[in-house]
């Protein structure tokens, strides 16, 4: 009964967040001089000065709960191969709706794949744990709501902002997120998804925000990039950068990023002539 009343309480307190988050979308300061009309334009981030005050909140969020719930989460967690195979299986419990979106979209070859790969990893793979799938050809790739509006519909960005707890977006994003979190429960149901994500980065992050002359434009040109590159699906692994969603409701937009230098690939398929086939132990790796 403990369990389910904190979890209760903890889904009430992300919907209360995520409520004032997409409120924000409205609280914009517009700029007025012509060089911050240019520079809006330039950056596509027309409430600059309230969106570097967020972002300066969600730097405290990340350096007072999420980082040291990732250091801790490491410490319970110690092997690496064991946060992989957890990483594997919430992953693969999230395929269904990238599959859906894939359809949505008319994209019935990847939605294919994405059946297959969730077939072959729920079944012999003992729910993900083992990723047989991309050893076999079905590679892992994810799709989210605003990924549809934007090759679907034709939505475009909209402008970037930094939501609080939760991190930058676009408003074609901020409002997707609403339909994945109905479409793609998980990370509601396994609250420790975003922690997971953090704590793959920790070094990443605090190399990136102690080298950067202004951190918050590093996030933002990071964040606007990789977004674009999903679009027209020159995306990088999601593990790389992962998104800002809802299952991780207290993220930072510092937990958004990771340099590429970290980009963790599973090896391809191997010739006949190779030795037999092990099950994997690095994670199935995004975006």
């Known amino acids: 009964m403990g369990v389910v009343a904190f979890s209760q309480r903890f889904r009430l307190a992300r919907a209360i967040v995520l409520f004032f988050a997409v409120l924000s979308l409205g609280a914009c300061a517009t700029p007025r001089t012509p060089e911050e009309i240019a520079r809006a334009e330039e950056t596509n981030d027309p409430n600059e000065a309230m969106n570097r005050a967020v972002f300066a909140f969600n730097e405290g969020l990340d350096l007072v709960v999420l980082r040291p719930m990732a250091v801790w989460y490491r410490f319970l967690v110690p092997l690496p191969e064991a946060r992989d195979t957890i990483r594997r299986v919430v992953d693969n419990a999230a395929l269904p709706w990238t599959m859906a979106n894939e359809i949505i979209q008319g994209e019935f070859g990847r939605a294919r794949v994405t059946s297959t790969r969730f077939l072959i990893n729920t079944t012999l793979g003992l729910g993900g744990m083992i990723d047989w799938a991309t050893r076999w050809g079905y590679p892992h ?23 609080v707890g939760f991190g930058p977006a676009v408003t074609r994003d901020a409002w997707a997120m609403w339909v994945d979190v109905v479409g793609n429960p998980v990370g509601w149901l396994l609250p420790f998804d975003g922690v997971d994500r953090r704590s793959r980065h920790i070094e990443d992050v605090d190399e990136m925000r102690s080298g950067s002359i202004d951190f918050y434009a590093a996030v933002r040109s990071m964040v606007q990039q990789r977004r674009r590159a999903q679009v027209n699906r020159g995306e990088p692994p999601s593990d790389d950068i992962p998104r800002i969603a809802p299952d991780a409701a207290l993220a930072p937009a510092v937990a958004a990023v990771a340099p590429a230098a970290t980009r963790r690939h599973v090896a391809p398929a191997r010739p006949r002539s190779a030795a037999p086939l092990r099950p994997p132990t690095a994670p199935w790796v995004t975006p």
């Open 141 to 163: 790739h994810t799709e989210d709501f605003g990924l549809t509006l934007a090759r679907r519909f034709g939505v475009r960005d909209g402008p970037y902002f930094v939501m």
